[in-house]
């Protein structure tokens, strides 16, 4: 059964940095892109980054709205998804999210489409205090 779950939210002030982890379980990296996802009060859920499948990590693509202050990772090894995120501002909290994409169907920066993911993981909270 494929599984995903977040962690390393929490509270970080303006300014810092936090990395979030995405252990994907059940799928081999080369099934799945997988995507990090974010959801603000009140907002709907928007795509920031993913990574497709590949032996060597794949291939990372970015939402032009964080481009420049996030980076996607992948550790094949453990089938662990890292999104690392620097310079946070208090517009940047919410619910974040990793999702799993069929990359057997969904190619490239499609897989930055919420409507695209097939699995999803219960989220981790990042609350940027100003």
């Known amino acids: 059964q494929l599984q995903l779950v977040e962690s390393g939210g929490g509270l970080v002030q303006r300014g810092g940095s936090l990395t979030l982890s995405c252990a994907a379980s059940?799928?081999?990296?080369?099934?799945?892109?997988i995507g990090w996802f974010r959801q603000a009060p009140r907002k709907a859920r928007m795509g920031m980054a993913c990574?497709?499948?590949?032996?060597?990590?794949?291939?990372?693509y970015y939402q032009d709205s964080v481009k420049g202050r996030v980076t996607i990772s992948r550790d094949v090894s453990n089938n662990t998804i890292y999104l690392q995120m620097r310079d946070l501002q208090p517009d940047d909290t919410a619910d974040y999210y990793c999702?799993?994409?069929?990359?057997?169907?969904?190619?490239?920066?499609?897989?930055?489409?919420?409507?695209?993911?097939?699995?999803w993981g219960k989220g981790t909270l990042v609350t940027v205090s100003s």
């Open positions: 999702g799993a994409v069929n990359a057997r169907l969904i190619f490239g920066s499609r897989c930055l489409a919420v409507h695209n993911v097939n699995y």
């Open positions: 990574i497709s499948r590949g032996p060597g990590g794949g291939t990372p």
């Open positions: 059940g799928f081999s990296s080369d099934e799945y892109s």
